[in-house]
């Protein structure tokens, strides 16, 4: 989908508000929903999809421009700034509690996290096994929930009201695999995260930008994949 690429507008700049529309013996279109950006898609053989804009209510001046799918992802990407958002805005339960200094950058929809069996944040186990004794353990599925992500931390809360906070300084990387899941090294230990809803690599670029800030406030490294 080309809405996992473009995640943000990259002409009005908000998250998730482009949708693909398919469309019967024609080409497919994208649009925006906040700036009303519409797209004509076209797929060059041998080459990149080409998206050329054939109406922007906002941006008149745009009409027409026909630039390859990894030119539009290059303007998104100069629209990436971490911005505070209201964590008022966000619908979690229970309601979260931002820290002094705390900033709340994203929110996701659901998702679904899986963390190692045994893992004594989810499961109660001790956490006293070397990762040698862990090798033979598979994941486990933690559930459904939400992840909210701030300058100091990583919040998980479950459909269940169940809360459990990963200190970044303590979160070691955060990789995509194939495009489906988030993988997370939080200590010496693993955990994954299915988006369905929305797009893993804007999570990977704000994990990515926010390292940046970690890495300059406390010189601890997160290791991030390439976005
Ligand atoms: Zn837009």
Redesign the pocket.
């Known amino acids: 989908m080309i809405t996992d690429l473009l995640w943000?507008?990259?002409?009005?700049?908000?998250n998730d508000?482009?949708m693909q529309q398919r469309r019967l013996f024609r080409p497919p279109q994208l649009r925006?929903?906040?700036?009303?950006?519409t797209w004509q898609v076209r797929r060059v053989i041998g080459d990149d999809y080409w998206l050329k804009v054939i109406a922007s209510p906002?941006t008149q001046e745009q009409v027409g421009r026909d630039l390859p799918l990894a030119q539009w992802y290059a303007r998104l990407k100069e629209t990436v700034a971490l911005a505070p958002i209201e964590a008022t805005s966000v619908p979690s339960h229970p309601a979260v509690t931002l820290g002094d200094g705390e900033r709340l950058y994203l929110a996701s929809r659901t998702v679904r996290l899986a963390a190692e069996a045994g893992d004594p944040l989810f499961f109660g186990g001790a956490d006293t096994d070397t990762p040698h004794d862990r090798k033979e353990m598979g994941s486990a599925r933690v559930g459904q929930g939400r992840l909210l992500l701030t300058n100091q931390r990583l919040i998980w809360q479950g459909v269940d009201g169940r809360q459990v906070d990963f200190a970044l300084d303590k979160l070691n990387s955060a990789y995509a695999t194939f495009n489906v899941a988030l993988v997370l090294l939080y200590g010496m230990r693993l955990y994954s995260v299915r988006f369905t809803q929305e797009s893993l690599l804007k999570w990977i670029t704000y994990f990515a930008y926010v390292a940046k800030e970690i890495k300059a406030a406390s010189g601890h490294l997160i290791t991030t994949s390439n976005y």
């Open positions: 943000r507008c990259p002409l009005c700049a908000t508000a482009l925006c929903r906040h700036c009303g950006t906002a």
